[in-house]
């Protein structure tokens, strides 16, 4: 078992958000977060503030001696860094400020979240247009270069929020599509090659290897391949509750038993009416009964989030559904029959 599968030696937290958060302030995205979860806060990410802040250039700026400007067609792997680094690098430091602030005395879990390194390999061009997904020696080298940046990362955020526990989450929303060959070539007539199960299971272990603590893998699309994730050592595993099929039962099942935590996407993650909180994870608790596991277990076993990040959320729809989660893990703590 990977170094990484030690979800027993934390206390997790009933719920937390996935990622990103609406609007460009990051002390109030900070506020919003710390305000709604006691003891499992998570780095906002504010995508909507444009290049540099989205998923894609907000990883990139991470990295080491990889470098990365925004063309026309995205992201693409340059000589040196340039504007597009410095205000990557820039709005980081404004959201650990942020977080610094409101997490003063604070000794619960955090969570850092950035793109693993096989959806970074499916979105990220090299220079001469096509995604690094096609070239296995530049998937080597980006995800070398992830590994040494998030470590690096990892030790800003431990300076800066000294008490916390700190969580690692990998968004590897492109996952099953690097798997099946379903990723397109810059010209969109053809598709990548499947990338072999081995050799996407080896980088992701390298890159949770940084962490000393427990790395979680979040993907908000169909499919979600939960064995190999646990096979790479993720101690939890982050997914839309409502794309699973009876073809994922098995799976997850296995993964409960196995003490993998589950990080379960019952709230909508765009504006709408939200249910009562009991009716937020009625689903989970029937598919617990079809599990044939114990009741007793559902919240230890998972920790309520969004259906996926916020950023398409108003502001105040983001607190509410923020709450909401907290108030349905409650619910299944005191009601899990």
Not at 1 to 29: H, K, Y
Not at 67 to 74: D, F, K, L, T
Not at 120 to 139: K, V
Request: glycine residues 12%; aromatic residues 4%; contains cysteine.
């Amino acid at each position: 078992m990977s170094q990484n599968n030690d979800s027993d030696e934390i206390n997790w937290g009933p719920a937390t958000g996935v990622g990103s958060m609406p609007g460009g302030d990051a002390r109030e995205a900070a506020k919003a977060v710390t305000g709604s979860f006691e003891d499992f806060v998570h780095l906002p990410e504010l995508p909507g503030r444009g290049p540099g802040a989205d998923m894609i250039g907000r990883t990139a700026g991470l990295l080491v001696e990889v470098y990365a400007r925004v063309e026309p067609s995205g992201w693409r792997v340059g000589d040196r860094p340039g504007r597009d680094t410095r205000r990557a690098h820039a709005w980081l430091r404004q959201d650990l400020d942020a977080l610094e602030e409101f997490t003063q005395g604070y000794e619960g879990v955090l969570k850092v979240q950035a793109v693993g390194p096989w959806t970074l390999a499916a979105a990220l061009e090299l220079r001469g247009g096509e995604a690094a997904l096609g070239d296995p020696g530049a998937c080597r080298d980006l995800s070398a270069s992830l590994a040494e940046g998030l470590r690096g990362h990892l030790a800003e955020v431990r300076r800066r929020v000294p008490g916390a526990r700190i969580v690692l989450q990998l968004d590897e929303p492109s996952l099953t599509a690097v798997l099946r060959g379903h990723v397109r070539t810059a010209s969109g007539y053809r598709t990548h090659r499947a990338v072999d199960r081995q050799v996407v299971e080896g980088a992701l272990r390298e890159v949770m290897g940084v962490h000393d603590g427990p790395a979680v893998i979040h993907s908000c699309a169909p499919d979600v391949p939960f064995a190999l994730l646990r096979r790479a050592g993720a101690a939890g595993i982050s997914f839309d509750f409502g794309l699973l099929t009876e073809r994922d039962e098995e799976a997850i099942g296995e993964a409960v038993e196995g003490g993998t935590k589950l990080f379960a996407g019952v709230v909508p993650s765009t504006d709408g009416p939200l249910s009562d909180p009991a009716g937020s994870v009625m689903g989970v608790r029937t598919l617990w009964r079809r599990l044939g596991l114990q009741p007793g277990t559902l919240a230890e076993s998972l920790v309520i989030t969004p259906t996926c990040g916020l950023a398409g959320a108003s502001p105040a729809y983001a607190r509410s559904a923020l709450a909401h989660c907290v108030k349905a893990a409650k619910s299944l703590a005191d009601n899990p029959e």
